[in-house]
T-cell receptor, first 114, second 111 residues
Framework: EAGVVQSPRYKIIEKKQPVAFWCNPISGHNTLYWYLQNLGQGPELLIR????????DSQLPKDRFSAERLKGVDSTLKIQPAELGDSAVYLC????????????FGQGTRLTVV | TQLLEQSPQFLSIQEGENLTVYCNSS?????LQWYRQEPGEGPVLLVTVVTGGEVKKLKRLTFQFGDARKDSSLHITAAQPGDTGLYLC???????????FGSGTRLQVQP
C-alpha cells in the first residue's frame, strides 16, 4: 500500500514569491492534515480536512496561506507571498477518519525562503 | 491551548544504556501517542495509549500513560544505534480531532 505522497521534497524560493505544496493521502483516508515543523521542534497543525471540508483551520495564517482539498482526495497548500520566516518543513498526514486517530505522515516538503 | 513539554530535549548515550523520556502537560488527553522521526522523513507512530495508568511494551520500548492522563513516559532498555532519532509525544484532547505535538527529544545512541 502506498503511503502519503508529497511533492516537491525540496523547494527554494525568493521572498515574496508564491509556492505550492501537493499531497496525496493514503487511499480511503478521509482525514487530511497539514502540519508545519520548524527545525528541532514538533509539528504544529495548520489545517485539518474531513473529506473536502476544512474543519479546523484556526492556526492557518489566512492572510498568506490557503489550502484546498477538491473532491476530498488530494490537497494543495499555498503560500503567497512567502516570507523568510516561512522556511520550515511542511508535513502532510492522513488518517482513516472519525474512528481512528493514527496519523500517517508523508516525507514532507522542506521550504527555504531566501 | 494544550501544551506538551518533553524532557530532555537532547540525549546522547552509549549503546547498551537505558533511558527515559518524559512528556508532561497540565491538560488531560483522551489519548496519547509516541512517534519517532528520522532526518528527512515524517514521524512514524510507535504506540497509542488510551487508559490512565496503561503500560505498553514494544520490544525494548516501554510506554506508560499517567493515571490522570496528563503525562507519559517512554523507557528504552539497552539502547542501540538504530534507536537514534527524534521522539515526539502527541496528545489528543477531549473533543479535538487533531494531535498536539510536544517539542521532541532528540536521541543519539553512540556505538
Amino acid at each position: 500500500e502506498a503511503g502519503v505522497v508529497q511533492s516537491p521534497r525540496y523547494k527554494i524560493i525568493e521572498k515574496k514569491q508564491p509556492v505550492a505544496f501537493w499531497c496525496n493521502p493514503i487511499s480511503g483516508h478521509n482525514t487530511l492534515y497539514w502540519y508545519l515543523q520548524n527545525l528541532g521542534q514538533g509539528p504544529e497543525l495548520l489545517i485539518r480536512y474531513e473529506n473536502e471540508e476544512a474543519v479546523d483551520d484556526s492556526q492557518l495564517p489566512k492572510d498568506r496561506f490557503s489550502a484546498e482539498r477538491l473532491k476530498g482526495v488530494d490537497s494543495t497548500l499555498k503560500i503567497q507571498p512567502a516570507e523568510l520566516g516561512d522556511s520550515a518543513v511542511y508535513l502532510c498526514a492522513s488518517s482513516l477518519g472519525m474512528s481512528s486517530t493514527e496519523a500517517f505522515f508523508g516525507q514532507g516538503t522542506r521550504l527555504t525562503v531566501v | 491551548t494544550q501544551l506538551l513539554e518533553q524532557s530532555p530535549q537532547f540525549l546522547s548515550i552509549q549503546e547498551g544504556e537505558n533511558l527515559t523520556v518524559y512528556c508532561n502537560s497540565s491538560s488531560v488527553f483522551s489519548s496519547l501517542q509516541w512517534y519517532r522521526q528520522e532526518p528527512g522523513e515524517g514521524p512514524v507512530l510507535l504506540v497509542t495509549v488510551v487508559t490512565g495508568g496503561e503500560v505498553k511494551k514494544l520490544k525494548r520500548l516501554t510506554f506508560q500513560f499517567g493515571d490522570a492522563r496528563k503525562d507519559s513516559s517512554l523507557h528504552i532498555t539497552a539502547a542501540q544505534p538504530g534507536d537514534t532519532g527524534l521522539y515526539l509525544c502527541a496528545g489528543l484532547g477531549t473533543g479535538r480531532r487533531a494531535l498536539t505535538f510536544g517539542s521532541g527529544t532528540r536521541l543519539q545512541v553512540q556505538p
